[in-house]
Structure formats: C-alpha cells, structure tokens
C-alpha cells in the first residue's frame, strides 16, 4: 500500500467514526437546553434570570453542538475526500466552503460557552458594565432570528448549502449511497437558497424562520448515515 492509499485509508476512516459520533451526540442535543422554554418569546429578563440558574446544563448544550457541528464537518471533508477524483477543481472550492462554514459556526458556539454565561451574570449582578452586558445579551440571543448569533449560525448553513451543490455533483458518480448523500446535499443546497431569497423579500415571517431553517437542514443527516455504509470497509 502506497502513501496515498493509506491517507485515503485514514480519511475514510475518520470519516466513518465522525459519523457514528455524530449519530452518538444526537442523543444529548435532544436533553440538553439550548436555551430557555419559550425562545425567542420569552422576555429578556427571564432569559438573564434562566441562563443565570442554567448555566452548567446551557454551556453543556453549547459544547456538545460544537461536538456535532466538529464531527459533521469531518463527515463532509471525507466524503468530499473520497469523491475528489471526479473534479479536483471543484472539490478544492467545496473544501473552502466548508473551512469557511466551520470558522463561522465556531464562533457563535464559542461565544455562547464563554461570553453569554459571563453577560448574563454581569446583568444579574449588576455589575459594572451592566449596561453594555445587557445590550450585548440581547445582540447573542440564541433564539432570535434577528440576532448577530443566529445570524452566524444561519450564514454557516448558508456556506453547507454552497457546499452541498458543489459537492453532489461529485458524489453522484459513486456508489448508491453516494447517490443518495449526492441527491440529499443538492436537494439541501437548492431549499437553503430558496429559504434565502424568501427571507430577503419578506416572504417567510421572522418567526417561521428557523422552522424552515431546521427542516432543510434535516437532510444533512442523509450524508452522516451514507458515510457509515460508504466508510464501513475501513475500519
């Protein structure tokens, strides 16, 4: 075996326990509160007064996400690994989408384990710098399809969805799995976009969004179970 085929070795195999950990960390992200019950209609002093008393189970949340968002992009970087072949160009331009979506997502999950939990006790304290605390709380709503969090958040799907349309293309030459994660991504990467052009003239309500938001982002799930059946062989 020559270096190359052992570094496709490693990769796919990375690529097959990154998807079993992300099916594995499914399991806390549905225990654990990424914020208060109500979200984005809870008023902002009960939020303060939740992220104060919650704050171990909230950062936990937070962390596991960063667990999941970690091993899914591992996921995809193999997938794309083992699809290169077919188009070297395009999958060096996937591969920037996807570093790019990770240093997006990253931050708003840092900032949700370091500095909202700090925010929110400087307000409840009334501390010094109570002010600029209270107005920056408000601003990382984790909740609020309008906030800066949110927005990275949605930003980083975007940057998947781009991902997706360049790199179904790519899988579609393969095996049946690879099929079905190819259909999956292309079909994530056409419904972000339509979710994107809907939300820029007003055709989705603020409150609708993260629904839809969700939803599309289900199918992400296709491509981390073709992975376990692409991937088997290599462990």
């Known amino acids: 075996m020559n270096q190359t085929e052992l570094l496709?070795?490693?990769?796919?195999?990375?690529?097959?326990?990154a998807a079993a950990l992300t099916i594995c960390v499914g399991f806390p992200m549905?225990?654990?509160p990424l914020d208060i019950a109500g979200g984005n209609a809870a008023a902002h002093a009960d939020r303060v007064l939740w992220l104060v008393?919650?704050?171990?189970?909230?950062?936990?949340?937070?962390?596991?996400?960063?667990?999941?968002m970690v091993t899914l992009?591992?996921?995809?970087?193999?997938?794309?690994?083992?699809s290169r072949a077919t188009s070297l160009l395009r999958a060096g331009l996937a591969?920037?989408?996807?570093?790019?979506a990770f240093v997006v997502f990253i931050i708003p999950k840092f900032m949700a384990i370091w500095t909202v939990p700090l925010l929110a006790e400087t307000v409840a304290q009334g501390r010094e710098g109570y002010a600029m605390a209270d107005a920056l709380l408000l601003l990382l709503n984790v909740s609020a399809p309008a906030s800066l969090f949110t927005s990275f958040d949605?930003?980083?799907?975007?940057?998947?969805?781009?991902?997706?349309?360049?790199?179904?293309?790519?899988?579609?030459k393969g095996k049946l799995a690879a099929k079905v994660c190819a259909a999956a991504l292309w079909a994530y990467g056409v419904l972000y976009q339509l979710l994107?052009?809907?939300?820029?003239?007003?055709?989705?309500?603020?409150?609708?969004?993260?629904?839809?938001?969700?939803?599309?982002?289900?199918?992400l799930l296709v491509p981390v179970?073709?992975?376990?059946?692409?991937?088997?062989?290599?462990?």
């Open 8 to 17: 496709d070795q490693q990769i796919e195999r990375l690529g097959f326990y």
């Open 30 to 32: 549905l225990s654990l």
């Open 53 to 68: 008393d919650n704050r171990i189970p909230f950062v936990l949340a937070w962390l596991v996400q960063i667990v999941a």
């Open 73 to 82: 992009t591992l996921v995809l970087m193999a997938l794309l690994w083992a």
């Open 95 to 100: 591969l920037s989408l996807l570093a790019s």
């Open 154 to 172: 949605y930003l980083g799907f975007w940057l998947y969805s781009l991902y997706g349309l360049l790199a179904a293309g790519l899988l579609w």
């Open 196 to 219: 994107l052009v809907s939300v820029i003239f007003g055709l989705i309500a603020a409150a609708q969004v993260e629904a839809y938001a969700l939803g599309a982002s289900a199918l």
């Open 225 to 235: 179970f073709s992975a376990i059946f692409l991937f088997s062989s290599s462990r």
